[in-house]
């Protein structure tokens, strides 16, 4: 018999409904880059938003922590995203950019790790327990006492996931984690990935990852949403994948694969 979800999980339900997400344009004009867009991720499960530069996937995930402006509800749980509830649903929610150098400030990767339970009030003995949980999830304990700009790319990933973790979310998002990675950095981040019990959501153009991860996809093209099902139903039908840009009529991928 299947484990009942953890407390964690079971508040990590994510739901969008008739959302639209909107940037400043060149001239001044608020744009939108998302519209009208419904998802629903369930607890515990991998959600990957795919799509061709410039579809708005990024946006997306902004919205979610209130970093970009939006018409409609986004909810986290039970909590409904608004100016009064923002500081709240920052604290549930993770965010792992895609360019460690954004997210890395501290000298050693322990107080990189720490830092966002310090921030939370927690006491020294709870920090460190959660440092040293977060490091054995992202196999890096070893590397505590080491600065984490001498890491390569894929190590540093780690430590801005653990550093995610550390402060215990419902939520994770990810934005292109596989980007620039060998085959062994990738797998070893995957890896990480497929052993945590979070809700995640995952802005992507690593479409196997999708597929390996056995994940759920949202298909979206210039800031709709095309699709959502299984990967392995969603990213083996070709003309949802033409209609989003990701193949072309011939029958061949793009090099987004």
């Known amino acids: 018999m299947q484990a009942p979800p953890s407390p964690r999980a079971v508040r990590g339900r994510v739901a969008l409904e008739n959302v639209s997400v909107f940037r400043t344009a060149d001239d001044g004009s608020s ?18 938003l795919v799509g061709p530069n410039g579809a708005g996937k990024t946006s997306l995930l902004l919205a979610l922590v209130g970093a970009l402006p939006f018409t409609g509800r986004i909810q986290i749980g039970e909590l409904t995203l608004g100016e009064r509830t923002l500081k709240e649903a920052r604290r549930r929610i993770g965010f792992v950019f895609a360019n460690p150098d954004e997210q890395l400030f501290c000298e050693t990767v322990q107080r990189e790790v720490a ?66 990675l060998d085959p062994l950095a990738r797998q070893a981040l995957l890896d990480t ?17 999708a597929l390996e991860l056995d994940a759920t996809v949202a298909l979206i093209q210039q800031g709709k949403l095309v699709s959502s099902g299984r990967g392995r139903e969603v990213l083996t039908n070709q003309e949802l994948l033409v209609r989003a840009g990701l193949a072309t009529q011939g029958g061949e991928r793009g090099s987004l694969l």
């Open 115 to 180: 830092f966002g339970p310090e921030q939370h009030g927690l006491g020294r003995d709870e920090v460190n327990a959660r440092v040293g949980h977060a490091l054995d999830e992202v196999g890096l304990r070893a590397y505590a006492g080491r600065s984490p700009h001498h890491l390569s790319l894929g190590e540093q990933r780690r430590v801005a996931i653990a550093a995610a973790l550390a402060t215990e979310p419902d939520a994770v998002l990810f934005d292109e984690p596989t980007a620039s």
């Open 31 to 48: 744009q939108p880059v998302i519209e009208a867009l419904t998802l629903e991720v369930a607890p515990g499960e991998c959600c990957m």
């Open 193 to 209: 990935m497929a052993a945590s019990d979070r809700t995640m959501l995952v802005a992507t153009h690593d479409l196997a990852a």
